[in-house]
């Protein structure tokens, strides 16, 4: 091999790493031209490097200078010490690393001392954060460049570029360099720097504020270093973010974690991750991995000098402390040093810093600390003008925070309720309802303090307000067309494909591993696909009291919403008029209250002896006190708090005798209140394999002439999309799986697979009610801050009015009478609230059948 071919070798090193290595290793590294063979071991040290063996790497480039200063091209060595130089740095010797590439571009001139330039600058602005030196040797490089026809370091010159402008805050700019870089690198048949380019598009965009576009570039970028058997540290620390950013703590710490040990690490590169983990651990509540992850991470930025970079360490370590119940005093006395060291660092996470030492000083609650309380809220208050949501929310929560230690109740309010417009907007730009569900958890401190402000008010109408202000709005906000992605749909049958060789190898007892591998890699390709999904810029309205009230007193209905308040449960009661407000005890209570009511339900469906009446005694105590007493015969709408959703309402004493129907909050009630069927077409579908054989199915259609029956091999998901789409009631009898791991993949089991959550976000228009009579077919997850995910969630989220479904397990002969008894009241004109009360009645004096009754519920009109 000639030297103008070794030096093609190492120009496109990048390009396929192993190639390269594999070339130079058999070709070059013997060659007797020095020249060329100071270029293998230069090449093999990169690789090396790239690769996390760092001391291997640094030997192999020593000993490609030496045969460099022996080669008669004056530009031999030069390029060298520049590799070198680069290689220091990365491995925490910054400054050492930075003196060969000045002394490299001090002996070069033209297109070698271009590419020495561009090097530098990733050290400059990458390692060191000097953005301007960076600018100013790429603005040289690129004039050096000009002309020569390297299209390689033209397009890292232009990669830089975009890194250094977004850093200065030329978005635009930077965009612009990132996408030349991506089309030159795409040109030249560089698949690694095409999947940095991609990287870099998502890195601009989440800065831009733009989540969606952020992670479907990541996850582009993702599977291109996938493809190339690569782990890019750096998409990864991105995407970790982007994911927190979007509420989604167990991803981020998920892909954090994977990186950890998919390759040999640079220290570098393992401190960075570490710190990834441990803000990823402490937004998943797993306080003991966050602690640990951080404590070992800032002692590697330590050691390597990085003492910046290591305060944000420090951060997470004393805020999972904290979060572990562990001495304020102490800690107190580390969150004083650290907000001194990122104040002198102006770094982006002092307002974080500056809220955890105001919680801390309020529990050591001296004067000193009291002062010094007062002083970081006024100081983190000043970041409610910042740039990113995030952030602004934080500075709106210090001034909340102030306004509450002053006893100003009325600008409590207003700083909350300004904070969570920010993120409003926010979760506008979203079009995931998972995404859009799971980031209210970033509000959950705000709508908190609102909350407890407006009960300490003693106004009741504020506090209903305030209890709905943060509630199941994503549930309200409207679907988004992205759902209709055709590649979605294409997706969900491959997905569905998958399911049926799944089944049929579990019935014929094969090994399935690899089967359930593509399960899941399928479902995480659907995921993916609606996380990117674009939100409509519309935001959740407020509750309108009066609009409340009058809807209320039209229907003779009662509103019951509960609420939480530090762990004790407050009830909301409107109705004829007015809001009246009641303390009804522990929300624990309350919790252990509904266990015990679903249990005694299975007991009872099991034909076990099982103490109803106890049951609903026990949970009218806990969840309801006297709200409803003197109500007389009204109907009641129940609105619980989202771990109260799944509540058998009609085993209470009081609310045993009228129509009771729950729903996410008051707002979803107003809107399915008002909502109309497309039509007055009734379809009754039944999937195959149910213990009844769906046998109210028949029973039903028997007795209505106009009722259509899908059922059999005829029931396939495409079949009973069809008839789902715009139908004024739809009764599905099919075995019902509710994921908790994912709520959103819970699926009904119909002829051809499954009927995902996800397939009903295809509808053109949503059926008016729906009746599902499988077992736990109702079962919600809370998620975020008071947000649901599940079928039932689903379908009202896209404007179906109200859905009647199981909360625990029922009996299949039992269930049979309960749904006859329910469809020949609605045949009768009533609503969903009214036909499950006749059910009831109907199923009394016998426990299986009342039990089986009082598993069902009805969310929605």
Not at 568 to 581: D, E, F, K, P
Not at 723 to 748: I, M, N, T, Y
Request: charged share 25%.
């Amino acid at each position: 091999m000639d030297r103008a071919e070794a030096d093609e070798v190492l120009r496109t090193v990048f390009t396929d790493l192993a190639a390269a290595r594999a070339t130079a290793e058999a070709e070059l590294v013997a060659d007797p031209d020095p020249h060329i063979a100071s270029i293998g071991h230069q090449v093999v040290g990169i690789v090396l490097r790239e690769l996390g063996h760092a001391d291997r790497a640094i030997a192999e480039l020593r000993t490609a200078l030496r045969l460099a200063r022996r080669s008669d091209d004056a530009e031999r060595w030069p390029d060298v010490v520049a590799t070198l130089g680069m290689s220091l740095a990365l491995t925490r010797r910054v400054s050492e690393g930075l003196r060969h590439l000045d002394h490299a571009a001090a002996a070069l001139e033209g297109l070698p001392r271009g590419r020495v330039l561009v090097r530098r600058a990733y050290v400059t602005g990458h390692l060191m954060a000097r953005f301007e030196e960076t600018a100013t040797d790429l603005r040289e490089a690129r004039r050096l460049f000009a002309g020569a026809g390297d299209e390689v370091w033209e397009a890292r010159a232009l990669n830089l570029q975009g890194l250094a402008d977004a850093k200065l805050g030329s978005l635009d700019s930077a965009a612009e360099a990132f996408a030349l870089f991506g089309e030159l690198s795409a040109r030249a048949g560089h698949p690694l720097e095409v999947a940095i380019a991609r990287h870099n598009v998502g890195w601009v965009s989440y800065l831009r504020g733009d989540l969606p576009q952020a992670l479907e570039a990541y996850a582009d970028a993702r599977a291109q270093f996938d493809a190339l058997g690569m782990t890019s540290v750096d998409l990864v620390l991105d995407q970790a973010t982007s994911y927190l950013a979007g509420g989604l703590a167990d991803d981020a710490l998920a892909v954090a974690e994977q990186a950890l040990v998919a390759r040999p690490l640079l220290a570098r590169e393992r401190a960075d991750l570490l710190v990834s983990v441990a803000e990823s651990a402490l937004a998943a509540r797993d306080w003991p991995r966050a602690a640990s992850a951080a404590d070992e991470g800032a002692a590697l930025m330590r050691a390597q000098s990085r003492r910046v970079p290591s305060l944000e360490a420090d951060l997470f370590a004393i805020a999972a402390r904290t979060e572990m119940g562990l001495p304020s005093g102490p800690l107190l006395r580390r969150a004083e040093r650290l907000v001194h060291r990122m104040r002198e660092a102006s770094m982006p996470q002092l307002a974080q810093a500056l809220l955890l030492g105001a919680r801390l000083a309020r529990d050591v609650r001296s004067p000193r600390a009291a002062a010094l309380a007062a002083a970081w809220l006024e100081e983190a208050s000043a970041s409610r003008h910042a740039r990113t949501h995030a952030v602004r929310a934080l500075g709106w929560l210090a001034l909340a925070q102030r306004r509450d230690a002053a006893g100003d109740r009325g600008g409590v309010l207003r700083a909350c309720d300004r904070g969570l417009r920010a993120l409003d907007e926010h979760r506008a730009t979203l079009g995931s309802q998972e995404l859009r569900a799971v980031m209210t958890g970033h509000g959950g401190a705000l709508a908190e303090l609102g909350t407890r402000t407006a009960l300490a008010s003693g106004d009741s109408r504020r506090l209903l307000q305030w209890s709905e202000r943060w509630r199941a709005n994503a549930l309200v906000l409207p679907s988004t067309a992205a759902a209709h992605d055709p590649g979605t749909a294409t997706d969900l049958a491959a997905l569905r494909a998958q399911h049926q060789v799944l089944t049929a190898a579990r019935a014929q007892g094969e090994r399935t591993d690899q089967l359930q591998a593509r399960v899941t890699r399928l479902e995480q390709l659907v995921r993916r696909r609606l996380l990117h999904a674009r939100g409509t810029g519309e935001t959740a309205s407020t509750l309108d009291v009066a609009e409340l009230l009058d809807a209320l007193r039209a229907d003779d209905t009662v509103l019951v919403e509960l609420t939480e308040v530090d762990g004790s449960l407050h009830a909301l009661v409107a109705g004829r008029g007015r809001v009246r407000h009641l303390h009804v005890g522990d929300a624990a209570s309350a919790a252990k209250a509904v266990d015990f009511a679903l249990f005694s339900l299975r007991q009872a469906a099991r034909g076990r002896r099982a103490q109803l009446d106890v049951a609903g005694a026990r949970l009218q105590r806990a969840l309801l006190g006297d709200a409803l007493d003197g109500r007389g015969a009204s109907r009641v709408v129940v609105s619980g708090t989202s771990t109260l959703q799944g509540v058998p309402w009609g085993l209470l004493p009081a609310l045993a005798d009228r129509p009771v129907t729950s729903t996410p909050s008051a707002r979803l009630w107003l809107r399915a209140r008002s909502a109309a069927a497309q039509t007055d077409r009734r379809v009754m579908l039944v999937g195959p394999g149910l213990g009844s054989g769906g046998a109210e199915v028949p029973a039903v259609a028997a007795q209505d002439d106009r009722a259509e029956v899908l059922d059999g091999d005829r029931a396939t998901v495409a079949a009973s999309l069809a008839a789902l789409d715009g139908a004024a009631l739809v009764h599905v009898a099919a075995h019902g799986h509710f994921r908790e791991d994912s709520p959103l993949f819970s699926s009904l089991t119909l002829a051809d697979g499954p009927l995902l959550v996800h397939d009903l976000q295809h509808l053109t228009h949503p059926p008016h009610r729906v009746v599902l009579s499988a077992c736990e077919s109702g079962v919600m997850a809370p998620v975020g801050d008071q947000e649901l995910l599940g079928l039932a969630a689903a379908l009202l989220s896209m404007g179906t009015a109200g859905v009647v479904s199981s909360l625990a397990e029922v009996d299949d002969a039992a269930t049979v009478e309960v749904m006859v008894a329910l469809h020949a009241a609605l045949r009768e004109g009533g609503g969903l609230g009214d036909a499950l009360l006749a059910a009831r009645q109907a199923s009394a004096g016998d426990q299986v059948l009342a039990a089986t009754a009082a598993s069902f519920t009805v969310v929605g009109t």
